[in-house]
């Protein structure tokens, strides 16, 4: 759910092929492309190994860090192995642009494959925007565990925002429930005084996690 700088390209003999494409491009044929892991590694490195709707961890950083890159070519390492799936956000575009950097996103696959396949797609909650702020345009209901449109913005606005969020699976079952236990068990120990809230270890879900704080903290 934060934004995502997909600026840092590491996949570069990818990236460059992707802007010398035509008009239309070649059909989208998965993994059978022979960029189809540079595309999905580096977009893993972008959103630091998370699900870009969910936040749920979907890859270590091992896999992810810069070093796995040989002259713009993305080199598996030992015991490689992630889970989820390559998700043009924008199906319309799939036709067309199948191949567009702009358009792909790793998210977890009960969510591209249950969820997001069946609704239309609005671009108010597309992560790597420009001007996408998470802060500005969400919140988190820290009892129920759930993100919902900021309240204070117009209600036109707010229902596009709400829609989105179901049609992106983000507050969907079983990853709510997960992030619950998992946010729920971080804040205890900092109140128990087992982390503090500099040294705390956020592996997934840290926008969840980050309004919690904020609340806790009154900010």
């Known amino acids: 759910m934060r934004k995502i700088d997909k600026s840092i390209i590491l996949s570069t003999v990818y990236k460059t092929w992707e802007e010398s494409l035509p008009e239309e491009h070649p059909e989208y044929n998965s993994s059978k492309n022979k960029f189809y892991y540079d595309i999905v590694m580096n977009l893993f490195h972008c959103q630091k190994g998370l699900c870009a709707y969910t936040e749920q961890l979907l890859c270590i950083p091992s896999f992810y860090d810069a070093v796995n890159w040989q002259n713009g070519i993305y080199q598996k390492p030992e015991n490689w192995a992630v889970k989820g799936q390559l998700e043009h956000f924008d199906a319309l575009k799939k036709k067309e642009k199948a191949w567009l950097w702009d358009n792909f996103f790793m998210v977890d696959t009960d969510v591209n494959t249950k969820i997001k396949r069946s609704s239309g797609i609005d671009e108010i909650l597309k992560f790597?925007?420009?001007l996408y702020d998470e802060f500005e345009l969400l919140e988190y209901d820290s009892e129920r565990h759930i993100f919902i449109a900021k309240t204070d913005l117009d209600e036109t606005v707010q229902d596009r925002i709400n829609e989105m969020l179901f049609t992106l699976g983000v507050n969907h079952e079983p990853v709510r429930t997960v992030r619950k236990d998992f946010i729920e068990t971080k804040i205890r120990s900092v109140l128990?005084?087992?982390?503090?809230?500099?040294?705390?270890?956020?592996?997934?879900?840290?926008?969840?996690?980050?309004?919690?704080?904020?609340?806790?903290?009154?900010?």
């Open 192 to 219: 128990l005084q087992v982390n503090t809230w500099e040294n705390i270890e956020i592996i997934q879900f840290p926008t969840a996690f980050e309004f919690c704080k904020r609340e806790l903290l009154g900010w």
């Open 128 to 130: 790597d925007k420009l």
